[in-house]
């Protein structure tokens, strides 16, 4: 077996957390056990392109017991468990190209390496993987069946590139199924970038401003769980919906301009670029910490940082420290990249739960209506997505009511009125 790891000693310790994260996985587990007797995914060829996690290690069993042969490699160089890749080597015999801290050239050697076994299915997270399967002309004849997306970043580049009809394969739009950004997006993202800040820094969050920079889904769950831990939030968008649903849920609402004079830490949420530049560096207080928790690190404008910067050094693991002009400081945490998966661990098991569902039934899902599906972004369908609610719901212990025939009949007719 071929894979590229950095320490396959770390396997035990790897194999420890991927258990741990099974244990609150309790919908994948159900899918798994029926992926067992039905092998669903039988001789499949699946390439994926994720984060390197323990709950991505879960999701790969998933996949290998419903019959599929699984290559994994990162989708980000600083978000690897280089003993979760170790464990998933040694102990479940799964090829992974990863290493956490992986250069440019690296990074897409492993995603070469991975598309190289030929896969009928592509799972992506931020869409790399099929970006390179539509520029390297090597892949250009792969006969992919169809490809799943985890992210709000990946959708939207694949739905442009089915807009501008260059998309050469179906995909499935995991992100958009409600039991995955309901929760992973919001909840998710929420406890797993605060975790990752105060992992890299130790700073008090109660008293401190933080700019919270775009109010999507994950945005609004930075704000929620700041504000949850005593910080005064403040919400920049480009969005009015969205900007009057922030206000209105007690946040101040303001240019990036006027928060840059005002905020302790920064969180960019966008999915866009240069969100905090030049002119914002320019009046941020002293001491000021910037970080990022959209897919890409292009939110936070560092090449113009770095010309700004007189003095730079590490002052902790994930934090460099850039002395501007004025010997004011700027702490930059995990070089703008993904600071929950770089300095903290992703979102936890329970809600990747749901996410990765989603991923193993639209898997099966595009075996099944392969020779069906055209060249476009399809929705993950609405029953799995509700299978999925059931189940979770169930797993979690709770019993909801149920609409009685008399209250079927009333939302079915239109006579009924005052
Ligand atoms: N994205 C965010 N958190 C994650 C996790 N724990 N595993 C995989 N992908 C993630």
New binding site residues.
Partial sequence: MRYDISNKRLAPIGRQRIEWAERQMDVLRVIREQFVSEKPLAGVHIAAC??V????ANLMRTLKAGGAHVVLCASNPL?TQDDVAASLVSHYGIPVYARKGENRQTYFSHLTAALKVGPNITMD?GADLVSLLHKDPAFRALPVWGSTE??TTGVIRLKSMEKHGVLRMPVVAVNDAKTKHFF?NRY??GQ?TLDGIIRATNILIAGKVVVVAGYGWCGRGVAMRARGLGALVIVTEVDPLKSIEAALDGYQVMPMSRAARLGDIFVTLTGNINVIQKEHFLTMKDNAVVCNSGHFDVEIDLKTLRTMTIKKRQVREFVIEHTIRGRRKINVLAEGR?I??AAA?????SV?DM?FANQALAAEFVVKHRRKLEKKVYPVPEDIDKRIAALKLKTMGITIDKLTAEQKEYLSSWHMGT
């Fill in positions: 994720l984060h996690t323990a709950e991505t978000s997270d985890e992210t992973d998710g993202t797993s993904l929950n998966l661990e992703g979102h936890p098991p990747m996410s």
